[in-house]
């Protein structure tokens, strides 16, 4: 996995400065040192995200405790925004998830890789929150909805928008009340999958009727 990847990068630029420090003069090895700490940073900074976007932030205070490594990264300002973050997913807090990526713009920001799997967890927790409020009604008012939520009516009505058009969400946007009009979800009727497999059954028996026809 991806995680396990970071993991053993993380350990083995452990290793490779160990061994370049013993062999190298002081200040060459103390400049390679922070490199490879800065590096080793952002590793163990792509588990941590891992184990956010797997939806598993109890499980990042324990990586702190997977050894020395791990544990010196504790205060470093990328993991501790992180910690912002994971905080904010695990109490489910749009309101908390925008405070940890305005608190920490510069550290969650900058890093490309970081930016955009939290700007994806953004829209996935946007969703899940819109589907928590709108689930108790059959049809309610959009800046109702932006109310509760927190957010501008224009941001609402465009997710909302979205999550119909990609089938997420049953439902119509009703520019002329300014409702969302949410459909209850419909049974599957198997009739149909049953009535094609009785013609398939049908066209096999026919094949093979006709090959024994043509076989006299």
Do not use: W
Request: aromatic share 6%; with cysteine.
């Amino acid at each position: 996995t991806a995680f396990s990847y970071f993991f053993e990068t993380m350990e083995g630029l452990n290793v490779y400065a160990n061994s370049r420090s013993a062999s190298e003069g002081a200040g060459a090895a103390a400049e390679a040192a922070a490199d490879y700490e800065q590096q080793q940073a952002h590793a163990f900074a792509c588990m941590v995200l891992c184990k956010i976007m797997m939806q598993q932030p109890d499980e990042i205070t324990a990586m702190f405790a997977t050894g020395k490594t791990a544990a010196k990264f504790r205060e470093h300002r990328t993991i501790v925004a992180l910690q912002a973050v994971a905080k904010a997913q695990k109490q489910r807090s749009l309101e908390d998830f925008e405070k940890a990526l305005s608190e920490h713009r510069g550290e969650l920001h900058t890093d490309e890789l970081i930016r955009n799997h939290l700007t994806a967890l953004y829209d996935t927790l946007l969703e899940q929150n819109l589907m928590r409020l709108i689930e108790p009604y059959s049809q309610v008012e959009i800046p109702h909805i932006a109310r509760l939520i927190g957010l501008p009516m224009g941001v609402v009505e465009n997710k909302l928008s979205q999550m119909i058009l990609d089938k997420v969400l049953l439902g119509v946007l009703d520019q002329g009340s300014g409702c969302l009009v949410i459909f209850p979800e419909s049974k599957q009727d198997s009739t149909y999958d049953t009535t094609l497999e009785t013609i398939k059954s049908l066209s096999n028996v026919v094949d093979s009727l006709y090959a024994k026809a043509a076989a006299l």
